[in-house]
């Protein structure tokens, strides 16, 4: 009988330390891509189909210590609706980590826009979540719909 209420005790004594030692596993969903549209303010058409703007000089940088880094921008190969949409993924980290808010949009060799975009921490149900919570476009906020591109008129 002695060894039945030790071996309890010895089994009841690791469940609780098995218990607390095993914590639910932290989750982290990274910040949805950069995506934004270039559309006419007047008319809404889409200003990359057009060819106005040659998506090929379509470029993003921000600066830090006085340097120029450049992100990768791409065209997105599964737009949300009709328009040409461009990608940057790198752009929400460069918020995220606290690098930049401030990013220029570089249109062509003549034109650059300029982007305050800023993605924080939230916790959402045990998990991590990077919002977008300010997006402007030449001092003019953006709405942010979750998982939705950005519409920038020009």
């Known amino acids: ?3 039945f209420r030790l071996t309890v005790f010895v089994m009841a004594v690791a469940t609780i330390l098995a218990a607390t030692a095993c914590k639910k ?5 990274h910040p949805d891509a950069f995506r934004f549209s270039l559309v006419g303010a007047e008319s809404g058409s889409d ?4 060819g106005v703007y040659n998506t090929t000089g379509i470029g993003i940088y921000y600066l830090l210590n006085g340097q120029r880094n450049d992100l990768i921008v791409n065209i997105e190969p599964e737009p949300d609706g009709e328009l040409v ?3 940057s993924a790198q752009l929400p980290m460069i918020s995220l980590t606290g690098r930049s808010d401030i990013f220029y949009l570089v249109l062509n060799e003549s034109e650059t826009d300029t982007l305050n975009v800023v993605v924080e921490l939230e916790r959402r149900d045990g998990c ?20 939705k ?5 020009k």
């Open 47 to 50: 200003l990359l189909a057009a």
């Open 25 to 29: 596993e932290e989750c982290s969903i």
């Open 1 to 3: 009988m002695r060894n």
């Open 149 to 153: 591109a950005f519409i920038l008129e």
């Open 128 to 147: 991590n979540y990077h919002p977008y919570t300010l997006v402007m476009h030449n001092g003019k906020s953006l709405p942010i719909v979750e998982g």
């Open 85 to 87: 949409e461009m990608v």
